[in-house]
């Protein structure tokens, strides 16, 4: 079988459908302590940018504003139709841009960047702008050819101009969410998107030159069923967009509010749930697919499939990525910088952001600061995310150890996975089978020494 091909065995889905993280990093945000300070974060950056001044970056923007509330939603947002708050916001997140460019350095070049939110289409074309031109001033990106440069949009938040204006500031790729076409499960979610608007908008970023569009869709939500959501895909393939995430909707009402106003009884039961996704699986592999890994399909002449097939994925707090050699710099309200050997997260609460932002420090509330057997256990589980192995000889050559006895514990715990054929393990060498696959984050929970006897209910959504 392929790196792309999948072997969905009902059986053992249903088997080890546990809770567990999603590794956009190791450690895991769960092990982030408020005894991290913007102070450490300032002294972390500014050792990074003395060691490797040279270094590509990656930039993430946070923009939490949203015109509507979409029930299924778990992100951090603001939903308001006060405009007035996104201009306040804007003027604290100026001077954070201006703050993290002097910290960081003029001669680290920015490879990547991502707005995403909450709504970033929220703002207006003016604002989109000038945020854009401010970003520009204070951080120093490649050109056009080079650079990944991405926002998620909404279709039902877009002027008449706001393609062009996004295309003319200087993006390159977007992202749509579309989650279902099926008008009853849009109801019952509070997302009315018609089919028509979604696919003029894919369609008019095409004709305007964005290099990459990706849709996000979401199986579990209220009344949805294998048949309507088929048609749905169907439909996305016949758009033919670039990527594709399919999200497993995780109904965690006692966390977020917005999702009790979901009706439970609506919701497929956990088989119908893998019905669903077994059949969507099907389909994008049948139309030429690839799976990336976790949620995420891509063309086979995508950069991200190419980058599976070369060796060279990587995944960070914006997911898959093809610019692993990249570290990240994010502004905004919750965002979580990966830097000089720390993670650090601004406040999530507003009042709380612009207080920091104004006293002139860093937003920073909390953090972690990575010890030696972090990196080692980040490399292995990020191998297993990206490549769906993990050679012993590049990781005992990369940190001057003997795997098999680092590992001794986890090679015995993944005995049982391996009796199940979710992986090989070979003398040197641990691999993923294509029935592992979509197991990818239970295989990655064995080398998590935090999870190590700690419950994963609380924090984290079910695996599948």
């Known amino acids: 079988m392929t ?39 300032e002294h972390y950056v500014e050792q990074a940018r003395r060691t490797d001044p040279g270094r590509p970056l990656s930039l993430y923007t946070h923009l939490p504003f949203c015109n509507t509330i979409c029930y299924y939603c778990a992100c951090n947002k603001v939903v308001t139709k006060n405009r007035r708050r996104a201009a306040d916001y804007l003027e604290r997140l100026y001077r954070e841009i201006e703050m993290m460019g002097k910290l960081v350095g003029s001669g680290r070049r920015i490879v990547q960047l ?14 989109l702008r000038g945020l854009m031109a401010h970003t520009r001033k204070h951080f120093h ?102 990527r594709l995430s399919v999200f497993n909707y995780a109904h965690l009402p006692q966390r977020f509010k917005t999702q009790r106003q979901i009706q439970e009884e609506d919701l497929p039961t956990a088989a119908q749930k893998l019905a669903i996704l077994q059949n969507t699986i099907k389909q994008l592999q049948a139309a030429g697919y690839v ?92 191998s297993l995310m990206c490549r769906f192995r993990v050679s012993f000889a590049e990781i005992e050559a990369g940190y001057g150890l003997d795997f098999m006895d680092k590992f001794q514990y986890e090679l015995t715990a993944l005995e049982p996975m391996r009796r199940d054929g979710l992986v090989d393990i070979a003398p040197r060498q641990i691999t993923v089978t294509p029935r592992g696959r979509l197991l990818i984050r239970n295989i990655a929970m064995v080398f998590d020494a935090y999870r190590r006897g700690a419950s994963t209910t609380t924090r984290f959504s079910k695996v599948i």
């Open 291 to 382: 799976y990336i890994g976790m949620d995420h399909f891509a063309r086979a002449d995508d950069e991200m499939a190419l980058a599976l097939q070369n060796g060279t994925l990587h995944r960070n707090f914006q997911g898959y990525s093809t610019h692993g050699e990249s570290e990240l710099i994010a502004v905004g309200n919750s965002a979580i910088s990966q830097i000089g050997g720390c993670y650090a997260q601004n406040a999530h609460d507003l009042e709380e952001y612009y207080r920091l932002i104004e006293a002139g420090s860093p937003a920073t509330v909390r953090g972690i600061v990575l010890t030696p057997d972090d990196y080692v256990r980040r490399d292995v589980i990020s």
């Open 141 to 242: 990106f490649v050109d056009d050819a080079k650079g990944e440069y991405g926002i998620e949009i909404d279709p039902r938040s877009l002027d008449e101009d706001t393609l062009s204006v996004l295309r003319n500031i200087g993006f390159n790729r977007l992202s749509m969410g579309i989650q279902d076409l099926n008008l009853a499960v849009q109801e019952a979610v509070n997302r009315i998107q018609p089919a028509e608007l979604t696919f003029s908008v894919l369609h008019e970023a095409r004709e305007l030159g964005f290099r990459s569009i990706s849709v996000d869709l979401m199986y579990g939500l209220p009344l949805q069923t294998t048949t309507s959501f088929a048609e749905t895909v169907d439909a996305v393939i016949d758009a033919g967009p670039d």
């Open 114 to 127: 991502h707005w995403g939110g909450g709504t970033p289409t929220y703002l207006d074309d003016d604002q």
């Open 3 to 41: 790196p792309d091909t999948i072997d969905f065995d009902m059986a053992l889905v249903q088997k080890y459908d546990a809770a567990g993280p999603r590794y956009t990093s190791y450690p895991t945000a769960a092990e982030f302590s408020a005894d991290f300070t913007g102070k450490e974060f």
